[in-house]
């Protein structure tokens, strides 16, 4: 059973660092592309940035620059590092697992970062 569970949020002030971590079970998390995605009160789900089983990163322009990705194979786990926060960063954070051949897609349920003074 695939299992994909997000954790580390939390209320941060403007400013402040936080770092969130996916962690998949029942898989093999190496030959996953994986990605990050946020959804705030009434707005769509947006990606953050993802992460290829290759480790070729890539970011939203809103967090470019202050946000990095990583991925320890060995673990089985992917993290989002979350440097200069922004109020406009507060939202659900989801990781998703996914490959295309077959295609396969794995959410975790979310872990909620605040952004607050």
């Known amino acids: 059973q695939v299992q994909i569970v997000e954790s580390g949020g939390g209320l941060v002030q403007p400013g402040g660092s936080l770092k969130l971590s996916c962690a998949a079970s029942?898989?093999?998390?190496?030959?996953?592309?994986m990605g990050w995605y946020r959804q705030a009160p009434g707005k769509q789900r947006e990606l953050v940035g993802s992460i290829t089983r290759g480790g070729t990163t890539g970011y939203a322009g809103s967090v470019k620059g202050r946000f990095t990705i990583s991925r320890d194979n060995a673990k089985n786990t992917a993290y989002l590092q979350m440097n200069s926060l922004k109020p406009e960063d507060t939202a659900v954070y989801y990781c998703k697992l996914s490959r295309a051949y077959p295609n396969e897609n794995y959410w975790g349920q979310g872990t909620q970062v605040t952004v607050s003074s």
């Open positions: 029942g898989i093999i998390f190496s030959i996953y592309n």
